[in-house]
């Protein structure tokens, strides 16, 4: 990876993108919130950008190292960990597909009642969670935000391979 993003991402992570005026930025919740700015999918109001950015933090610490992970090591890893340590990242998932479905419970999306980057970027791994193994037929308010957020004109599933 240093051959390639050295010098473009800190943490030599994907995803990197080098903006048009050649200055690279890394991390996908920076990406989305950089393209997101003065559009409809990120709030205006300070406490509702606050909150975008509360559950973005929260994809990142708690939805993608118990979703995300677990997918991984259970469809696309040749060589995933022990079936105890796998069951543990699951266990973690299940937790912050648990906090989701307290909010969706009483909220059409995560923030202001519309469509924004927090929707975005929890949608991403929660739609292929059954890939990790995940049954979320016991959520039923998150599968109904899927169905909210796949009727968003430009959203595309991602398929298995990525």
Do not use: C
Request: aromatic share 12%; proline share 8%.
């Amino acid at each position: 990876r240093e051959a390639v993003l050295g010098g473009l991402s800190p943490s030599l992570n994907v995803p990197t993108v080098v903006l048009e005026d050649g200055r690279p930025l890394g991390e996908s919740n920076a990406i989305l919130w950089y393209f997101a700015e003065g559009t409809r999918f990120l709030p205006t109001d300070s406490y509702e950008r606050a909150q975008v950015l509360q559950w973005m933090f929260f994809e990142q610490y708690k939805h993608e190292p118990g979703i995300a992970v677990v997918r991984f090591w259970v469809s696309i890893s040749e060589d995933p960990p022990p079936p105890a340590e796998i069951e543990a990242r699951r266990e973690a998932g299940r937790a912050a597909l648990a906090a989701m479905e307290r909010h969706l419970a009483a909220h059409e999306f995560f923030v202001g009642g519309r469509f924004t980057i927090a929707d975005i970027a929890l949608y991403a791994y929660t739609h292929v969670a059954p890939e990790g193994g995940f049954d979320l037929g016991a959520y039923p308010a998150v599968q109904e935000w899927l169905e909210r957020v796949e009727a968003q004109p430009g959203v595309e599933p991602m398929n298995k391979k990525h």
